[in-house]
């Protein structure tokens, strides 16, 4: 079954954190260069994907808003292993000392022993286990040769790899199928394989260059698949670094991202893009000698509206139509259900975000897995209610993010079990906290008296412990929003929704204040299931 709140409230505690350091700027501005790579186009078509190509897409066009000097895309045929390594080449000649190159590859993941060493790898389109093909493949050990020289010359390198290496995730099996960025190819053939190892000594990981911050969207062992963002297929761990360094992750509004905003940032998003089924790894090279940390990427000017930009940047996430939700409906659909604005009837698993089963009354998210049991015809509406307000929070969430997340862990929770959620630093003195059941009922937690209304919460640390009951299991989704002042008339919505277990009109309601106010957005998901 599913969590099921109201959850029990016990053990309250509120800490205040410490302001955040600020990095004081350094004199030279670094140059920004991007190599941005995404592979849909497989050898034959059982292994071809669909979001690759829009991440490498996405990407350069961020690192261009972000004042690149020069950013290559290659995609497809033309992402060969020749042509990936001339175009990288290129941008290295060009970079001096501390400029950043950032190197983005989609496409297909996995993991392959050549000689004696077991290298994680790319494949690219051409790949095949037999003959020249065996070539259009990256080890980690080259793609480390490659880069060496740069690392040497103190050049900063940012590689993120938007794949999988084994396909799987997090919790249950997924609701319809899934595309996984690892690919099965068949055993390659050692006998004819054509591609040449790094001859002499040299790092064997691009995790030994000093000057590499790497990206994973998955560990070594885990797995990714492509999501729906905007109505185009992505990797998540793409979407949030282009969200990242349009300005997103700039935690402290210096115009400036460092890799401890970074970081974070892409790992939340990530989680809440996932529903908590995909977790990136995040490597981040050190440098004793330096005392401040240098940014990663420094935001362009803007002409002195940088507060009215950021303010209104979650304004016009709130304004953009989103796609309704794609519901499979696995029997008779009830009457009416195919009218509603938020919810689009389809008949292929794949393209479902929900699978409802009125015969079982389960729901179940493409990637959440079961996020609701006992969902019956009266029920069901309530349920998309809710996955269209999620969809709003999201894309807030995205453009201005609180950090909000479950400090007990990412995991399936039993009756009984605690759940510990945690807020660091909220960015504006009002606070207001609400839970998404699984069954779609509204939850209002925070503000729950007038002391806590009149609270200053900014830059604190918000925490709270709930017990795992109820009766109903699944998906919930604690929602925490700030806001300069407290969203009064939100309240009042979120309390009758509340009281009377009707959440008809909650996108509209979230959509109205996240559109006319200065907020930022998170979300925490509680998966659970029953003894």
């Known amino acids: 079954m599913s969590l099921r709140l109201p959850l029990q409230r016990i053990f309250p505690a509120l800490v205040l954190a410490a302001a955040a350091m600020l990095i004081s700027p350094v004199a030279a501005r670094a140059d920004l260069f991007g190599l941005t790579i995404g592979i849909d186009d497989y050898t034959g078509s059982a292994n071809d994907l669909s979001g690759a190509v829009n991440d490498a897409v996405v990407i350069a066009e961020a690192l261009r808003n972000a004042g690149a000097a020069q950013v290559v895309t290659l995609v497809n045929d033309q992402a060969n292993k020749d042509a990936i390594e001339r175009a990288l080449s290129a941008l290295l000649d060009i970079a001096k000392a501390d400029d950043i190159v950032v190197i983005s590859y989609s496409g297909h993941g996995g993991r392959g022993k050549t000689g004696a060493i077991r290298d994680l790898v790319f494949y690219l389109g051409g790949y095949t286990p037999r003959g020249p093909g065996t070539r259009e493949r990256i080890l980690d050990r080259e793609l480390a040769r490659w880069l060496s020289t740069a690392a040497e010359a103190s050049i900063r390198l940012i590689l993120i790899a938007d794949t999988g290496y084994a396909a799987r995730l997090d919790r249950e099996a997924d609701a319809g199928r899934l595309r996984f960025r690892t690919a099965q190819f068949g055993a390659l053939d050692p006998a004819e394989d054509q591609l040449q190892l790094p001859e002499g000594e040299g790092p064997t990981s691009v995790n030994a260059l000093s000057t590499v911050m790497r ?315 029953a003894e």
């Open 215 to 529: 990206l994973q969207a998955a560990a070594a062992d885990a797995g990714m698949a492509e999501i729906m963002v905007g109505g185009k297929w992505h990797g998540a761990l793409s979407v949030a670094f282009s969200r990242a360094i349009a300005g997103n992750a700039d935690s402290n509004g210096n115009r400036e991202i460092t890799a401890t905003e970074l970081a974070p940032y892409v790992a939340r998003a990530v989680a809440f893009l996932t529903e908590y089924r995909q977790r990136p790894v995040v490597f981040v090279p050190r440098n004793p000698d330096e005392d401040e940390e240098e940014p990663l990427v420094r935001l362009p000017e803007d002409d002195g509206k940088t507060e009215e930009a950021s303010t209104g940047e979650a304004a016009a996430e709130a304004e953009t139509p989103l796609p309704p939700i794609a519901l499979l409906v696995d029997g008779d659909p009830p009457p009416g259900l195919g009218e509603r604005a938020d919810a689009a009837i389809v008949t292929d698993a794949e393209e479902a975000d929900l699978i409802w089963s009125p015969q079982t009354g389960s729901v179940r998210h493409r990637l959440g897995g079961m996020i609701a049991e006992g969902i019956d015809g009266d029920a069901i509406g309530a349920v998309i209610g809710k996955w269209a307000a999620l969809d709003i929070l999201k894309s807030a969430a995205l453009a201005n993010p609180l950090d909000l997340y479950a400090a007990s862990g990412n995991r399936t929770y039993k009756p009984g079990n605690i759940a510990q959620i945690r807020l660091l630093g909220a960015k504006q003195p009002a606070l207001t906290l609400f839970n998404l059941a699984p069954d779609g009922r509204v939850e209002f937690l925070v503000p729950a008296n007038a002391a806590e209304a009149g609270y200053d919460w900014t830059g604190g640390v918000f925490s709270e412990r709930y017990r795992i009951g109820g009766t109903a299991f699944g998906a919930d989704h604690l929602i925490a929003i700030a806001s300069p002042a407290p969203l009064t008339e939100l309240h009042k919505t979120l309390k009758l929704m509340a009281s009377t277990g009707d959440n008809s009109g909650l996108a509209a309601a979230l959509a109205a204040e996240i559109g006319k106010a200065d907020i930022a957005v998170g979300i925490a998901g509680i998966y659970s299931v």
